[in-house]
């Protein structure tokens, strides 16, 4: 996983921590914005352990932040800061919080589908502090690591790095070929 841009759950907190008196927000689209009336639900902390296509082990561990919407709560204005620090403190009385683990936030409505966001900017406009929040995608680690993602090559390889699937596609004189026979190159 690529996590030099994303959040971790330490900045995400010290942000936090500097705009305790204003009014957090969260856009999940553009003109978008979660309802004021919103509450974080629950906190969750995810040690993820994978494998990937290339047969390399990757760990990392997820903050995961859920945001609900009541259907109808009446509230015109979003919780402050201070508020959300005095839930997140609550959590981690029972389960410390990893600093260094990747932030998401888990929010769904009517109008979009439950996904877990990153948070991207939390930007200081006016007395709100706005969490801009980016979707999340699918990656290939293996390009990440110099190699290469895609369907598997005659040899049955995947992921390989680079200069590996470079060796393995070579250039063939089909004339100094006397037959056509299995792995001789010609077909």
Sequence with gaps: MNTTELMTWGDFK?????NVEAILQFQYAEDKWVDASYHITEIKQAPITSVDCGGVMNAWTEIIVQLWEPASDGSERAM??????SIIELVEKSLPLNPGGIVKI?????EFDTRQLFP?????KGENLVVDLIPDATQCKAIGRGGSCGPKDQNGTCCVPAQEEESQNR???LATIQSCTPGSGCC
């Design 80 to 85: 402050k800061v201070g508020k959300a620090l």
């Design 106 to 110: 888990e929010f769904g409505n009517s």
């Design 120 to 124: 991207g900017n939390l930007i200081l």
């Design 14 to 18: 010290s942000q936090l921590t500097r």
């Design 171 to 173: 250039m063939v004189n």
